[in-house]
């Protein structure tokens, strides 16, 4: 099972089997899991996440569940 996670804020967490294929359907190189996935726009290491969210104060918190006090998802 394949779980894929947006964090408060940040990145998308990627948990399981799941792969990344770039537009030419051609895989990367994961070494390591769970991965994280640049959410900001900021990361030099895209489609990765490289802790850029943080030093640029990136905010979002569209959450699933209305009401739980974020901003509801669209
Ligand atoms: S979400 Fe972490 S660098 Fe963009």
Not at 23 to 37: D, E, Q, T, V
Not at 45 to 71: W, Y
Request: hydrophobic share 30%; charged share 20%; proline share 9%.
């Amino acid at each position: 099972m394949t779980t894929i996670q947006i964090t408060k804020s940040g990145p998308i967490k990627v948990e399981g089997d799941a792969q990344l294929l770039d537009w030419n359907g051609a895989p990367y190189s994961i070494p390591k899991r769970p991965f994280w996935l640049c959410r900001c726009g900021a990361s030099t290491n895209k489609p990765f996440c490289d802790g850029t969210h943080s030093k640029i104060g990136f905010q979002a918190a569209e959450a699933a569940v209305p009401g739980s006090g974020d901003k509801p998802a669209r």
